[in-house]
């Protein structure tokens, strides 16, 4: 019983499977199969002549890129309908295909020519199916894809074109922006109608106005003759006439305003077309979403090929694309993923195809990998300063570490001494204080001022060096006799006593700094030029205050304010020695990490960057990475000059068939073959040299 049912299920599967619309290919489970080209074909094509819709096209003839890298095999082509162009014919028999799976090729110009024969079986092809055929590039584990092939049925080509057609009509229907706003989205004959009423109005009124005030104006014979037996009368129906005008006319200038007082801005959009313009946007925003909707099979225009096939047997086509070489393309594979799609949007996925290998051959494999040295000169003595700002109250002379200023100032100095002190390559030598005071005052006071307040941050210094210099290790190694007297005590790592290394310099008056300070501010106002002229002309400190201070007011309170205080601060400046050298100047051998970098690009084939790098250096990299960017004559000039190998003989033959010269290649390369022999074996892996081989029948002889 059990048997029974599993029976009739596997019939039932089976023919719902063949019921479906690839039920065919799910049974036969054909293939797009992948081989190598043996032979390319060199002599001319025929272009074959535009299909169209009612035209039958002929029989027996491929589809070949527009680029002309693909050489046509097998069947027939046809007007690219995607490229506009037309397409290459070649008959099958004049193809040979290769039965290995493996390719040597070579990288040329930091680029690889990977070319193999995409075969789509007579099954997949159909009137209303489209085959996609999506090649993979492995390097190492890294996959990239290249450009997609398509295959499409003439039926489905016809429905591809009748999608694109309504999504045309529908972007008929959208207004672009360059139309005239004007025209298209305002109601303008109503528009203007409006304007005439609006303008006939307004003449009436003033006309209107016009004549009321005439009659205001001009008096009456009844008038006059009435005044004459009664006044009083007269008088009051006066001003009631004089009331009834006025009213009237601020009624006249109140509508005369209204209308003067139109916006035109404003008033034109009470005639938008509103509904109009908000469909025209919205059919703009949905653009892409009808686009998604109505085309159900769109184009696609990065690929390879993508054009409509006639056949009455398999389909072949030669690819070939050209990819960037990089540090994993030493060893490529190739293979085909995809799937046939028919007209409801049912998929067929692809069996994955068989893996084609490309081993490629480039010139890295002659990088000279001996490392480069340079020269480095060392000195002795080096120096270490750095500018602090302390605070000092007027006529004060003890520095305040209460202050925050000052504070943070000892700890500046603090932090680099720490830094100098435990450093393994420098060790102090000695510290210099030197102290500036600022212009104000009397030069002789200001030289002593500045004398003890460098006195004052040297005691400060002083007691701050002693606990630094306690709190730091330092390691000895002693001898003692059988007695316990030393006879030997040597410091290692010897860390400076620093407090009885301090000296103390002072300038009374930086006139130099303050100088400039002037030059460098930027947002110093007023006559600069002349107060410099002044700090360069007058030879007497305190004269030389007191004109700036009498003839630039503003300009001395500004430097009061902002730049004496600078010029108060205090320079340290740490000597320095290099520890254990005891000549001034030593030079030494180090890896030059420059041409090392350049090396490392060079074997990643990164060769413009290793251009960059190695160009100064003209050496056998620098020719290898000119040769692998086409640089063939700057290489060849500096392969000449080197003294030559084996290999650079081989990579001269190689330059010189590029150039043309055969002969000259041909004489290099034998040169080469009798210092290595094991070149021979490497110019059949270079296009170049290999082509000159079989033309010259070269090494046949030693082969036989």
Known sequence: MKSSKSFYFLLLIMIITACTPFGRLYKEQPRVTLALPAVRQTKPVEMAQNDSATTAPSLNFVPVSNKRDSISVGISAEWDSINKENLTTMALDEVVVSASSIRNTAERNGLINIEFVVTVPKSMQQENWMVNVRPVLMRGDVSDSLKELRFTGHGFRKLQEYDYRRYDRFLEKIIPDSINFYR??????????????????????????????????????????????????????????????????ASYEERLAHINSLDSTRLIKTFYKTQKIARNKARKAMKDEKFRDIVRFPFNPEAQLDTVIYATGQVHFLYSQKVLADENSARMKVFVVGN???????????PKSDTLTYLVSSMTKFIDKTPRFVRKIVIRDAEANTNVNFYFPKSSFRLDESIDINRKGIKQVHDLTLALMTDPVYIIDSLTLLATSSPEGNWKINGEIAQKRAESIRNVLVQDFKQLYDSLAVSTTVEMNEVGNINHQEVKDEIPNLPELIKIRTIPEGWNKLRHLIMDDKHFKGNRGAILQIIDREPEPDRREWLIKSQYKEEYAYMLDKLYPAVRAVDFRFTLSRRGMKQDTVYTNEPDMTYAQGVEYLEKRKYAQALEILRPYEDMNTGIAYMSLGYDKAALRIFEKLPQSADIKYMQAVLQARLGNEKQAIQLLSAAVDMNAQMKFRANLDPELSILMKKYNFFKEEDD
């Open 340 to 350: 046939v799609l028919n007209s409801n949007g049912n998929k067929y996925p692809l």
């Open 184 to 249: 298209t989205y305002i109601n303008y004959h109503s528009f203007e109608r409006y304007l005439e009423r609006l303008k006939w109005y307004k003449r009436k009124l003033e006309e209107r106005w016009a004549i009321q005030d005439a009659k205001k104006r001009r008096p009456t014979p009844l008038r006059q003759r009435f005044e004459m037996f009664n006044r009083q009368v007269t008088e009051r129906d006066s001003l009631m006439l004089t009331q009834r005008h006025a009213v009237r006319q």
